[in-house]
Nanobody
């Protein structure tokens, strides 16, 4: 089984910064795409950013220029650096990873438990 363990959420003022981390643990052979999603109360879960195994990134328009996704393949960890935070960034943030296990069944898609980010004035 593959588990994703998130950390780094919290309360921050408008314009502040936070860094989220998500470590993938378990019988992992390879990790392909890693991603961050978020879900605000009453809203659907939305994609924030993705990063491929070779470092290609993609961002939602609402976070471009403010958020940076990165990964450390040696640690099976993905990060989300969030700068210039706005109240509308308030949400529960989830990480996601797709890849292959060392055991059968090989393909996996795992989700983190979620971490709350609250931006207030």
């Amino acid at each position: 089984q593959v588990q994703l363990v998130e950390s780094g959420g919290g309360l921050v003022q408008i314009g502040g910064s936070l860094r989220l981390s998500c470590a993938a643990l378990g019988s992992i052979l390879t990790i392909d795409t890693m991603a961050w999603y978020r879900q605000a109360p009453g809203n659907q879960r939305e994609l924030v950013a993705t990063i491929s195994s070779n470092g290609y990134t993609n961002y939602a328009d609402s976070v471009k220029g403010r958020f940076t996704i990165s990964r450390d393949n040696a640690k099976n960890t993905v990060y989300l650096q969030m700068n210039s935070l706005k109240p509308e960034d308030t949400a529960v943030y989830y990480c996601n990873a797709d890849g292959e296990r060392t055991v059968l069944p090989r393909p996996f898609s795992a989700w983190g438990q979620g971490t709350q980010v609250t931006v207030s004035s």
